[in-house]
């Protein structure tokens, strides 16, 4: 329990310290937004701050800081100190340095971003490879929320007949202005998410059959999975996922001041990791054990884990509120992948979206091909998107990093993107390398080109640094 209550208090810090630290090296001011001087009443719309919040949370935090938390719980405790100082150091940072760079530049998606940034080729890439990610979310986000819902109707509404009904909410989120649907429906969605985080964390701490073990370094896996690079692909939403480089786009053509980004792009990042630490000890404190714990996700799903830790934990009535709550989750982020993968290709294909025929003219293919996807198998999806989400966030950090060489007099502030840019190159570099759907190497080939990758493009980030710092006192 207190290692659970350390992790908690660490993030709330995190907040106030850190995320001040980085919100002063960026430098907000009081320029006009996207949201004031573009405002086309569709996706340029000024939302209040509490909404926007509200609204980037819920964009952002999918099953994954629940699905991927239960399962990165099967590494034991440890998976605490990844939640909170992935998401302080690397997360956050990522989500807040994404969203005011896409706001100083009219809201640019990360694929345009990374055109500006690190050149005409990564572009190209970037929209491929976004729109591919989105694709997957999307689809993610259609499956496992279907099952969950399914698993309240039984014997009356199937899996395929909620996966329709998800979809036809999808085309009308995609399509409509975003305060028609998005901005009147989140506010209460986010209420239900976070009535239902608590009522699960106040089941952990209040009920005295359930015990979390405290914090430690050992590996509990019981596949004999390593922590590296496992555990860091494993929970992506939650510590630090490159998903939230396409969604956080989309509140950066909505915030009315840069000086509220702290709050909607840093803060809401730290609120999705407080509920994936929540769901990581309600894993370990239910089941007793990662073996147990493994278990119940081979034999059940992760929906029917979530399932049964939810009606055993609350009862029938806390529940079914706690499940709707995390269907809550991937729908809110299904609806806006799709809508961010419509912006994106919209930049590339320079489509107007006043036109409702013009979103059609996107919106409809992108939904027809993941309802194709969504007859593939829920944990192979996972596993890819998993990967794909960390490489973006990989890509989306040294975006970052590259906009504070070129546009601060101190280089050096750079190291705060930098250094977990390195880190997560690592981590996405490994795991293709020696993960089962990637090339399945062995663990002594995997790990040192993993680490030489990461090592190889921190001393040209460093070569690049010295050289500006050197050019600007000259």
């Known amino acids: 329990m207190i290692s659970f209550v350390v992790a908690l208090i660490i993030l709330l810090l995190g907040y106030f310290t850190y995320g001040k630290l980085i919100e002063k090296i960026f430098g907000p001011d009081d320029r006009k937004t996207p949201a004031i001087a573009i405002n086309d009443g569709v996706d340029y719309v000024p939302i209040k701050t509490w909404k926007a919040v509200l609204i980037q949370l819920l964009n952002i935090a999918g099953t994954g800081p629940i699905f991927g938390a239960l399962m990165g719980a099967c590494f034991g405790p440890v998976v605490f100190l990844w939640i909170v100082f992935g998401s302080i150091l690397g997360g956050a940072v990522h989500d807040y340095m994404g969203g005011m760079i896409s706001e100083r530049h009219d809201g640019a998606s990360i694929a345009e971003l990374s055109g500006i940034y690190l050149g005409k080729p990564v572009l190209y890439i970037m929209r491929i490879f976004s729109v591919l990610l989105l694709l997957l979310t999307g689809t993610v986000f259609v499956t496992s929320p279907a099952a969950l819902i399914a698993k309240l109707t039984p014997n009356v509404l ?57 914090l430690t370094l050992s590996n509990l896996n019981p596949e004999g999975l390593p922590i590296w690079p496992f555990m860091f692909i494993t929970v992506a939403c939650g510590a630090i996922s490159g998903f939230h480089a396409t969604q956080s786009p989309m509140m950066a053509k909505c915030i009315t001041s840069e000086k509220e980004g702290h709050k909607v792009f840093y803060g809401a990042m730290i609120v999705e990791s407080v509920i994936a630490l929540i769901w990581a000890a309600a894993g370990v404190a239910f089941y007793g054990t990662t073996h147990a714990l493994s278990d119940a996700l081979t034999s059940l799903g992760q929906s029917g884990t979530v399932y049964e830790i939810s009606k055993q934990m609350l009862g029938n009535i806390g529940g079914i509120l706690a499940i709707v709550g995390v269907v809550v989750c991937p729908i809110t982020s299904g609806d806006t992948a799709f809508r961010s993968a419509r912006l994106i290709l919209a930049e590339w294909t320079r489509l107007d979206q006043k036109s409702i025929r013009n979103r059609l003219i996107i919106t409809l293919p992108l939904l027809g091909i993941s309802t194709i996807l969504t007859q593939l198998d829920f944990n192979i999806l996972w596993r890819y998107f998993s990967w794909s989400n960390q490489t973006l966030a990989m890509i989306s950090l040294w975006v970052a990093t590259s906009y504070l060489l070129k546009v601060k007099k101190n280089r050096w502030t750079s190291l705060i993107t930098a250094i977990p840019a390195a880190f997560m190159t690592a981590v996405s570099v490994t795991y293709i390398l020696v993960a089962g759907e990637g090339l399945k190497l062995s663990y002594q080939i995997g790990y040192p080109i993993g680490l030489g990758a990461a090592v190889l493009l921190f001393v040209i980030y460093m070569v690049l640094t010295i050289r500006r710092h050197d050019i600007s006192k000259s």
């Open 158 to 214: 199937g899996n395929t007949f909620w996966i329709v009904v998800i979809l036809i909410y999808y085309v009308l989120a995609t399509l409509l202005p975003i305060d028609k649907v998005i901005g009147k429906l989140y506010p209460v969605f986010g209420v239900i998410l976070i009535v239902m985080a608590l009522s699960i964390a106040g089941g952990i701490i209040f009920i005295p059959k359930y015990t979390m073990p405290e």
